[in-house]
C-alpha cells in the first residue's frame, strides 16, 4: 500500500469513527461506535480531522497513477468539506424530507439481522438515537446564537417528518420475535420514538420561530453546496439559461413522442391514456413488476455494453411504504457485499401504479445506472483507495444514473408502451430542477420576469417538469432545504455525454471498453472526471 493509499485509508477509518451513522450507510466493515456525535464538539472533531488530513496530503508525493487520483479526489472531497464547515453549514443543517433525521432512522434498517449479536447492536443503536438528536439540538442552538438559521419551511418540515416516525421501527423488532432481547429492543425503540417526539417539539415550537423566513441560502452559500455537489465550480447563472434551453428541447421532443403514442395527442392526453393502460394494482403486483424489470435489464445488458460481475447481477428490490421523499432511490451494497445494493420504492399512498413512467427508473437506480457503477467500486479491488470506494460526488453518481436512461433509449430498451414518454418525462423532471434550484437560491427571475415562489416551484415541476402530483411536494420541498443537489442529474449528465463524445471521435472507440475504463476510474468530481476520461 502507498503513502496516499494508507492515508486514505487512515482518513475513511478516523472519519467512521466520528460518524458511524454514515459508516453504516457506506457498508464499512468494522466496528466504529454506536452513534454519531452531532453536537458542536462532534462537528469540530471532524472538521480538525479533514484539516489534519489535508495537511498530511500536501506532504506526500504521488508514486503511480492510481496513486495520483487517489490523492486529486482526496484532497478535491476534503477541500470541499472544509468550505462547508468554513461557513457554517453544520450550524444549521436542518433538511426535509431528506435530513439528518432520516439517516439516523434509515441507518437502522440497514443494519444486518441475522444473529442474537445483531439484534443486539440494533438495541444499542435504537437506544442511542435520543442522545444523538439532543446532540443536534445543542448544534442548532449554538447556530441560532451565532446567527446561522436554517429555513422555517424546513424546520416544520423536519418537525413533520419526525413526528411520522414514531411506530416506524415496530416492523423491524417484530422480526426478532419473542427472542431473549425483545424487551430491550421493545425498551430501545420506545426510547427513540420519544426522541422523535422531543425532536419535533424543539422544532416546531422552538426553532422554528427563531428560524429565517427566506428560503433561498443566497450566493456565497449556494456556490460552496454546488461544489460539494458538482465537484467543481461551474458558472451558475450560465446553468441557469442552459437549464431552460434543455427544459425546452425536451419539451418539444415529448410532444413528438406523444404524438406517436396517440395521434394528435397533447403529452397530458397521451400520459392518461398511459395511466389508464399500463399500470398495475396493489404494493404486491408493483414489487413483482418492479424485480421482474430489474431482472430484464441485467440479462439485456450483461456482455453487450458491459461485463457485469456475478455479485452484481442481483438488486435487492424493496418497497419503502413509509418513505416520505416522494422518488425511488438507491442504498449501495456493503464493502463485504454481504448486504447487497438496494433499489427502494416509496408508495406515496396509491394503490394504482404507472408503470410506463417507471422503467426509465429501474434503469437509473438498478442497472446500468447505481447499482452498477456503486457495485463496480465495491469490486475494484486495490484499483481504488479506500476512501475513494466509500466517497460520493453527485454530478458524477447522478450523472451516470441519468446517462444510463439515456444509454437505455439508445439501445433500444425502452420499447414498452410508453416508456421512451416516461424517460423523456424524467429528463424533463431534472431539467425543471437545475432551474427551480439555482432560480430560488439566487433569487433569479424567471423567463417571463416573475419570481420564485414555493408555489411557483411547484408550478413548474408540475406543468413543465411532470412530476406526478404525490411527488411535487417533496421534491421541492427537497430543493428548497438541501441546496445544490437538484443540480447535480442534469449537469452531471452533461458531463458523461460531452466526455464520451470526445471519446468516439478518437480512433478505435469501443463503448464496452469505454464503460469499463469509466466505472473504473470509481467516484471523482467532475472536473477531475474529464480530465481522466480524455485519458481513456
Same mark, same amino acid.
Given at each position: 500500500?502507498?503513502?496516499?493509499?494508507?492515508?486514505?485509508?487512515?482518513?475513511?477509518?478516523?472519519?467512521?469513527?466520528?460518524?458511524?451513522?454514515?459508516?453504516?450507510?457506506?457498508?464499512?466493515?468494522?466496528?466504529?461506535?454506536?452513534?454519531?456525535?452531532?453536537?458542536?464538539?462532534?462537528?469540530?472533531?471532524?472538521?480538525?480531522?479533514?484539516?489534519?488530513?489535508?495537511?498530511?496530503?500536501?506532504?506526500?508525493?504521488?508514486?503511480?497513477?492510481?496513486?495520483?487520483?487517489?490523492?486529486?479526489?482526496?484532497?478535491?472531497?476534503?477541500?470541499?468539506?472544509?468550505?462547508?464547515?468554513?461557513?457554517?453549514?453544520?450550524?444549521?443543517?436542518?433538511?426535509?424530507?431528506?435530513?439528518?433525521?432520516?439517516?439516523?432512522?434509515?441507518?437502522?434498517?440497514?443494519?444486518?439481522?441475522?444473529?442474537?449479536?445483531?439484534?443486539?447492536?440494533?438495541?444499542?443503536?435504537?437506544?442511542?438515537?435520543?442522545?444523538?438528536?439532543?446532540?443536534?439540538?445543542?448544534?442548532?442552538?449554538?447556530?441560532?446564537?451565532?446567527?446561522?438559521?436554517?429555513?422555517?419551511?424546513?424546520?416544520?418540515?423536519?418537525?413533520?417528518?419526525?413526528?411520522?416516525?414514531?411506530?416506524?421501527?415496530?416492523?423491524?423488532?417484530?422480526?426478532?420475535?419473542?427472542?431473549?432481547?425483545?424487551?430491550?429492543?421493545?425498551?430501545?425503540?420506545?426510547?427513540?420514538?420519544?426522541?422523535?417526539?422531543?425532536?419535533?417539539?424543539?422544532?416546531? #415550537?422552538?426553532? &422554528?420561530?427563531?428560524?429565517?423566513?427566506?428560503?433561498? %441560502? /443566497? =450566493? !456565497?452559500? $449556494?456556490?460552496?453546496?454546488?461544489? *460539494?455537489?458538482?465537484?467543481?465550480?461551474?458558472?451558475?447563472?450560465?446553468?441557469?439559461?442552459?437549464?431552460?434551453?434543455?427544459?425546452?428541447?425536451?419539451?418539444?421532443?415529448?410532444?413528438?413522442?406523444?404524438?406517436?403514442?396517440?395521434?394528435?395527442?397533447?403529452?397530458? #392526453?397521451?400520459? &392518461?391514456?398511459?395511466?389508464?393502460?399500463?399500470?398495475? %394494482? /396493489? =404494493? !404486491?403486483? $408493483?414489487?413483482?413488476?418492479?424485480? *421482474?424489470?430489474?431482472?430484464?435489464?441485467?440479462?439485456?445488458?450483461?456482455?453487450?455494453?458491459?461485463?457485469?460481475?456475478?455479485?452484481?447481477?442481483?438488486?435487492?428490490?424493496?418497497?419503502?411504504?413509509?418513505?416520505?421523499?416522494?422518488?425511488?432511490?438507491?442504498?449501495?451494497?456493503?464493502?463485504?457485499?454481504?448486504?447487497?445494493?438496494?433499489?427502494?420504492?416509496?408508495?406515496?399512498?396509491?394503490?394504482?401504479?404507472?408503470?410506463?413512467?417507471?422503467?426509465?427508473?429501474?434503469?437509473?437506480?438498478?442497472?446500468?445506472?447505481?447499482?452498477?457503477?456503486?457495485?463496480?467500486?465495491?469490486?475494484?479491488?486495490?484499483?481504488?483507495?479506500?476512501?475513494?470506494?466509500?466517497?460520493?460526488?453527485?454530478?458524477?453518481?447522478?450523472?451516470?444514473?441519468?446517462?444510463?436512461?439515456?444509454?437505455?433509449?439508445?439501445?433500444?430498451?425502452?420499447?414498452?408502451?410508453?416508456?421512451?414518454?416516461?424517460?423523456?418525462?424524467?429528463?424533463?423532471?431534472?431539467?425543471?430542477?437545475?432551474?427551480?434550484?439555482?432560480?430560488?437560491?439566487?433569487?433569479?427571475?424567471?423567463?417571463?420576469?416573475?419570481?420564485?415562489?414555493?408555489?411557483?416551484?411547484?408550478?413548474?415541476?408540475?406543468?413543465?417538469?411532470?412530476?406526478?402530483?404525490?411527488?411535487?411536494?417533496?421534491?421541492?420541498?427537497?430543493?428548497?432545504?438541501?441546496?445544490?443537489?437538484?443540480?447535480?442529474?442534469?449537469?452531471?449528465?452533461?458531463?458523461?455525454?460531452?466526455?464520451?463524445?470526445?471519446?468516439?471521435?478518437?480512433?478505435?472507440?469501443?463503448?464496452?471498453?469505454?464503460?469499463?475504463?469509466?466505472?473504473?476510474?470509481?467516484?471523482?468530481?467532475?472536473?477531475?472526471?474529464?480530465?481522466?476520461?480524455?485519458?481513456?
Amino acid at each position: 500500500m502507498s503513502a496516499i493509499f494508507r492515508l486514505c485509508e487512515q482518513y475513511i477509518l478516523k472519519a467512521a469513527a466520528l460518524d458511524p451513522v454514515e459508516a453504516v450507510y457506506l457498508g464499512l466493515a468494522g466496528d466504529f461506535g454506536a452513534a454519531t456525535d452531532y453536537s458542536p464538539d462532534g462537528h469540530a472533531a471532524r472538521h480538525e480531522l479533514i484539516q489534519h488530513t489535508l495537511a498530511e496530503l500536501s506532504r506526500l508525493a504521488p508514486e503511480t497513477g492510481t496513486d495520483r487520483r487517489a490523492a486529486a479526489h482526496l484532497r478535491e472531497r476534503l477541500e470541499a468539506q472544509a468550505a462547508v464547515h468554513a461557513i457554517g453549514e453544520p450550524y444549521r443543517e436542518v433538511s426535509s424530507p431528506f435530513g439528518l433525521i432520516t439517516a439516523i432512522r434509515d441507518s437502522i434498517d440497514l443494519l444486518p439481522r441475522g444473529t442474537e449479536e445483531h439484534w443486539r447492536e440494533i438495541a444499542v443503536r435504537l437506544a442511542a438515537i435520543p442522545g444523538m438528536l439532543a446532540g443536534w439540538r445543542t448544534t442548532l442552538d449554538a447556530g441560532l446564537g451565532r446567527g446561522l438559521r436554517a429555513a422555517r419551511r424546513q424546520a416544520l418540515g423536519a418537525a413533520d417528518q419526525a413526528e411520522r416516525l414514531a411506530g416506524t421501527h415496530d416492523e423491524l423488532i417484530a422480526g426478532h420475535g419473542d427472542g431473549p432481547l425483545a424487551a430491550e429492543l421493545a425498551e430501545a425503540a420506545r426510547a427513540a420514538y420519544r426522541g422523535y417526539a422531543e425532536t419535533a417539539r424543539y422544532l416546531r #415550537e422552538e426553532y &422554528a420561530p427563531r428560524a429565517d423566513e427566506r428560503d433561498a %441560502v /443566497g =450566493p !456565497e452559500r $449556494y456556490a460552496v453546496a454546488a461544489r *460539494q455537489q458538482l465537484g467543481e465550480e461551474i458558472d451558475l447563472h450560465d446553468a441557469y439559461q442552459w437549464g431552460w434551453a434543455e427544459l425546452a428541447r425536451i419539451e418539444a421532443e415529448m410532444a413528438a413522442e406523444a404524438r406517436a403514442i396517440l395521434p394528435g395527442a397533447t403529452v397530458s #392526453e397521451a400520459s &392518461a391514456h398511459l395511466d389508464s393502460t399500463q399500470y398495475v %394494482v /396493489g =404494493p !404486491e403486483a $408493483y414489487l413483482a413488476w418492479l424485480k *421482474q424489470e430489474h431482472e430484464r435489464a441485467v440479462a439485456a445488458l450483461d456482455g453487450v455494453v458491459f461485463d457485469i460481475p456475478e455479485s452484481l447481477r442481483t438488486v435487492d428490490v424493496v418497497l419503502a411504504p413509509g418513505s416520505t421523499s416522494g422518488a425511488p432511490y438507491y442504498t449501495q451494497p456493503s464493502e463485504d457485499l454481504t448486504r447487497p445494493g438496494r433499489t427502494w420504492w416509496p408508495l406515496g399512498g396509491r394503490e394504482k401504479f404507472a408503470t410506463w413512467s417507471d422503467f426509465t427508473t429501474v434503469f437509473h437506480e438498478g442497472v446500468p445506472g447505481h447499482h452498477l457503477q456503486l457495485g463496480a467500486v465495491a469490486c475494484a479491488g486495490d484499483k481504488l483507495s479506500r476512501h475513494a470506494k466509500m466517497s460520493w460526488v453527485g454530478g458524477h453518481g447522478e450523472g451516470w444514473a441519468l446517462y444510463a436512461e439515456r444509454l437505455a433509449d439508445e439501445l433500444g430498451w425502452l420499447s414498452a408502451p410508453g416508456a421512451r414518454l416516461g424517460m423523456l418525462a424524467a429528463s424533463a423532471l431534472r431539467a425543471a430542477r437545475v432551474v427551480i434550484d439555482i432560480g430560488v437560491h439566487l433569487e433569479l427571475p424567471l423567463p417571463d420576469g416573475s419570481r420564485w415562489t414555493f408555489e411557483k416551484a411547484c408550478e413548474v415541476l408540475r406543468d413543465r417538469g411532470r412530476a406526478e402530483a404525490h411527488q411535487v411536494h417533496p421534491e421541492v420541498l427537497r430543493y428548497f432545504g438541501w441546496p445544490g443537489q437538484a443540480i447535480c442529474y442534469k449537469l452531471g449528465e452533461r458531463a458523461w455525454m460531452e466526455a464520451r463524445a470526445e471519446a468516439q471521435a478518437r480512433p478505435g472507440f469501443d463503448l464496452k471498453t469505454w464503460h469499463t475504463a469509466a466505472l473504473d476510474l470509481g467516484p471523482m468530481g467532475l472536473g477531475t472526471m474529464r480530465e481522466e476520461l480524455a485519458r481513456i
